[in-house]
């Protein structure tokens, strides 16, 4: 007699190796660490050196909480901003946007009277 595969020793099996890969991803990250970025250096220094806003921006970020209150932080973070979103004002209400463009509209819609292609009711004769 052959040993059968049931649908639980399928599972159990399955759950066996993803635990495995686990622990192996986990060695694997263990034995390389952390490999952070120096302290201060968050952009390379040529990009750094070719824009002296970014500059700024490094320099108030290593301020930390101190950068809040420094006016360079505070105007280098407004011309961040400004070259991130544009400086177009926007409208204060959204203009209306017209659903049906070629579509006519129906004088009852608009004022409330019957359309002329409409004999009059009863009660108006």
Known sequence: ?????????AARAAA?????VAIAATA???RHGDR?????????????NADPLRAELARC???????A?????LHAWAENRHRFLGGG?????????????????SPSVATGATPLDQPPSKDER
Not at 36 to 48: Q, Y
Not at 61 to 67: C, R
């Open 61 to 67: 970020q290593i301020l930390g909480e101190a950068g």
């Open 1 to 9: 007699m052959t040993p059968r595969i049931t649908p639980a020793m």
């Open 16 to 20: 066996m190796a993803f635990v495995l």
């Open 89 to 105: 004002t926007r409208p204060s209400e959204p203009s209306p946007v017209e659903m049906f463009p070629g579509a006519r509209t």
């Open 28 to 30: 694997i990250q263990f």
């Open 36 to 48: 952070k970025p120096a302290e201060g250096s968050t952009a390379s220094p040529a990009a750094v």
């Open 69 to 73: 209150h420094d006016p360079g932080c």
